[in-house]
């Protein structure tokens, strides 16, 4: 695997962008497209969630002798799923373009799914089940992360009678981007055994 190019300062740069946002959406008064989205709770579990796989990785690589060079491009990776989601909804596109959502789902899990691909498969053996590992990964995430949506606004919202296809949507795209992330993963690490 090539060195990490990508300098430390970009995925700090999208967790600070991401936690204004947040900060805007639960403080500033009356801003009606950020009602009713939970913004409360990610402002809480966003920039955990963005921080956890540098922790995780930190951790894990303290005991590595010679340390490796943190994956600054991995973590922006993992992190910027999170920015475009709170962009989204700061530039209301959620509710004005009809395709963001969807786009978001397959696109966003692209990002992750590479991000933490390329941090946990540089090892995997053989080469051609980093695909299977990257996408079952994305296809739990998004479970999960469907799960978590349904409980902080939908299953009281308004979003309640369609909730049922959006989130069928939703978990058939984020594991489509997370096969294309295993698949540039595989690529990116070295062709298949």
């Excluded at 805007?24 to 921080?51: N, T, W």
């Excluded at 530039?91 to 933490?116: A, I, Q």
């Excluded at 978590?148 to 009678?161: K, P, S, V």
Aim: glycine letters at 8%.
């Amino acid at each position: 695997m090539k060195p990490d190019r990508c300098p430390a300062w970009v995925p700090a740069l999208v967790l600070i962008l991401t936690v204004v946002q947040l900060a805007v959406a639960e403080y500033a008064p009356g801003i009606e497209r950020f009602e009713g989205k939970a913004f409360g709770a990610r402002l809480l579990a966003y920039p955990l969630l963005m921080l956890l796989v540098p922790a995780l990785w930190w951790y894990a690589a303290r005991r590595r002798e010679p340390r490796p060079s943190p994956p600054y491009g991995a973590f922006a990776l993992v992190m910027l799923p999170f920015l475009i989601d709170v962009t989204g909804n700061s530039l209301d596109l959620y509710d004005t373009v009809e395709w963001w959502d969807n786009f978001n789902h397959f696109f966003n899990w692209f990002l992750l799914l590479t991000g933490l691909g390329l941090i946990i498969c540089g090892s995997v053996r053989p080469r051609w089940a980093v695909v299977l590992l990257v996408t079952g990964l994305g296809a739990i995430l998004a479970v999960g992360w469907e799960i978590g949506e349904w409980y902080t606004f939908i299953r009281h919202g308004t979003e309640i009678d369609t909730a049922y296809e959006d989130t069928l949507s939703d978990v058939s795209l984020g594991t489509l981007g997370a096969l294309l992330a295993g698949l540039v993963v595989l690529r990116r690490n070295g062709s298949p055994d």
